[in-house]
C-alpha cells in the first residue's frame, strides 16, 4: 500500500520531509537536488516562486525579492512580504515551503501525498500552531496532527533505542527557535514531562552577532556601513553563516569582505566568536535550568540528553551541556534529522489510525502544553491573568468553571479575553482573543448561570465553549471585532459613546428647555475627552448629531432642541440604539432626560431591554413632580442609575455629577 503520509520539519533556516518505509523505518526524502534538507527560502522571480537552495544562492543578486525565516513571524497578523502589488503572509509565505517538499516527496516516492505531520517548536502559541496548520492546508495537505519538535525528536529516539527506559533532555536549538524538553521514555510511552523555550533564539542571533562584529570592524577600516546596503548585507550574512560552520571544526577561520571596492580580511577565533554569543548562551543555560526546576528535577536524574536542531553542532553547545550535566549528549541520531523522522513515525500513525489499519510501529506519545492559559479578570483596581490550565499540563486537557452569571436584565451576551503565558500582568503574556459568547435567553441579571470549558487539544490549540446550565444549551461564539485592545483595557482608554436622549415635548416649553439645554452643555463640557463620543437625540426630533467629539456640532444639536408634539420615547431610544451600534468593545450609556410620560410604555420598555441586551447602560434622569418615576427605574441598568430633579434647576448639577461618574468610572461600564 502507498503511503500518503510524511512528516515535515518546517524550520526556520532548513526543512526536511520523511516518511516510514515497507519495513517500518522512518527515512528522509532527500529532495530534487538529492539534499536531505532543503534551505527554507523563498525567491520570487517574476512569475516563478522558487524555493531552496537556488533562492540562497540568489539572496545576494536579488535581496528585495527573497524572503527568510519566515517561521520567527509565524502568527503574525501585522506581518507580510510584499512583491508586485501582492501581499504574502507568513502562511501563505510557508506553504511555499510545504509544497516544495511535497513536490519532491511525490517525485521521488511516486505517488501523490495528501497528508502529513508538521512539527513546531514546543514553545509556539495558540497563534503560530492555527497558522502551521493553515499552511500546510495552503499547501494542498491535510493536516493530521502539530506534534512538538523535541517530542517529535524523542519519538525517533525512543524507536532508535527500544527496550530501554531512560529519562531524556531533549535540547533543540535550531536556526530560529530554541526549546528545552524532559521526557520519560518508559516501554512502548514517551511521556513529556515538562518543556520551556524561546521561539525567537536560535543560530540566526549566532549569525547576527558574527555579522555585527564583522561589519563594525570594517566601518573602523572603511568609515562605510555595509549593513545599510541590502545586498551587501546578504554577502556578509553568507559569508559569516560560513565562518560558523567552519569554526565548530576549525580553532579560528579569516573572513574576507569586500564592500564598494574595500577590503576587508578578519580573523576571527572560536574563543571570539564564543566570547561574542555569551549572553545567547546563557538564555539557552537559564532555560534548560528553568525547565530543571519546572520537572522538579536535577541535572543528575537525566540520563541522557538528546540533540536536535543543526546549531547544536556549535563546540560551546556541547561544552554546555557536559557543564550542566556532566556528561556528553548522545550522537547516535542526526540532529538535523530526528525531527522530522519523528513526525514521519507519528504519520504513519495517524494515518493508520485513521484507516481503521494497524499502525506500523507501537510507541504512544503524550505531551504537554508549554503556555498556561488564562482568562482576564478585574482585580485589586487592575487587569489581572487567571490561569485556568497550567503549563506542562498533559494534553489534551480541559477546565470547567461554571461560577459565570449575568450582571444585568435581559442580557444575551458574555465577553471573555483569553491570554497565554505565565506573568500575572495580562499585557505581559500573549492575548489569543476578545471572545464574544452568545444566544443567552434574556433573564433577570443573576439568573442565568453559565459554565464554561477552556481546553487544549491534542494539537496544543485552544478551545473554549460556554454553556447555559439552566437550559443545557451551548452557546455560539465568535472572536469580537473591533479596534478595543487588552492594553485599552487596561489603560482606561476604552471608547465610549453616550447618547442624550432628551424629552422634547410640549411640556418641555420654555424655561424647562433652556435648564434642559443647559445641563447637557455642563455634562458635555465635562465628559468630552480622548475616547468619549457624545450623540444627541430629541424625542420628537430624532438624531440631532451622531457620535461626535467636536464641541460646535454638539453645541448646534442642543440649540436646536425644539419642544413639540407627545413623548414618543421608545421611538427616541431606538434612533439612539442605532445611533450607537458600532464597533464591539465600545461602551454605550444612554442617558435619558424626561418630565413626564411615554406615549407607549410597553414599547419604551421593549427597546429598553434591546438596549440592555446588547450591552448598553440606560440612565434616566426623572424632572418635576408628574414623572413616572416607579418605570423609569424599571428602564434603567441598575437602581443607581436612576435620578431624580424635583426642579428642572436642579438638571445642571445632576447632569455635572454624572459626567464626573462616567468620566472616573469606566472600570463600572467595562466588561472583562
Known sequence: MKTRAVGIDLGTTYSAIAYVNKHGVPEILPNAESARITPSVILFDGDDIIVGDYAKQAAVAFPEQIVEFVKRHMGESDFTFEYRGHHYTPEKLSSFILARLKHDAEHRLGHRIDQAVITVPAYFGDHQRRATIRAGELAGLQVLKIINEPTAAAFAYGLANQGRDMRCLVFDLGGGTFDVTIVDIVGQDINVIATTGDHQLG?????????????????????????????????????????????????????????????????????????????????????????????????RDIDTVLLAGGSTRMPMVRALIKRIFGKEPATDINPDECVALGAALMAALESARLAGEKPPVDIRTHDVTSHSLGMVVYRDGRLANSPIIRRNSRIPCERTRDDYVTT?????????????????????????????????????????????????????IVEVEAMDINSGQTLAHRLAQGGVTLEDLARNRVPMHIALVIDCSGSMYGRNIRDAAQAARAFIERTLGPNKFISVVAFPGGVLCPPTQDPAVLDQAIASLTPIGSTPMARGLAQARAALKG???????????TDGHPDDPEATTAEAHRIKRMGGRLVAVGVGRKVHKEFLQELCSRPSDYHHCDASIELEGTFINLATELTDAGQETRRV
Open 583 to 593: 464597533a464591539s468593545g465600545v461602551q454605550r450609556v444612554f442617558v435619558v432626560l
Open 408 to 460: 444585568h436584565d435581559g442580557q444575551t451576551a458574555m465577553d471573555l479575553w483569553l491570554v497565554q503565558g505565565e506573568s500575572r500582568d495580562p499585557l505581559e503574556c500573549n492575548v489569543l482573543g476578545h471572545f464574544e459568547f452568545y444566544g443567552i435567553p434574556p433573564r433577570p441579571a443573576g439568573q442565568t448561570q453559565l459554565a464554561v470549558t477552556y481546553r487544549y487539544n491534542s494539537n496544543g
Open 203 to 299: 543560530g540566526k542571533d549566532w549569525d547576527d552577532v558574527l555579522i555585527a562584529h564583522v561589519a563594525e570592524a570594517f566601518r573602523a577600516r572603511h568609515g562605510i556601513d555595509p549593513l545599510d546596503d541590502l545586498a551587501a548585507y546578504h554577502d556578509l550574512r553568507q559569508k559569516c553563516v560560513s565562518a560558523k560552520l567552519s569554526l565548530s571544526r576549525r580553532p579560528k577561520v579569516n573572513v574576507f569582505y569586500d564592500f564598494q571596492g574595500r577590503i576587508l580580511r578578519q580573523e576571527i577565533t572560536r574563543q571570539t566568536f564564543e566570547d561574542l554569543s555569551i549572553g545567547l548562551l546563557g538564555r539557552c543555560e537559564a532555560l534548560t535550568l528553568d525547565v530543571l526546576e519546572d520537572a522538579r528535577l536535577s541535572p
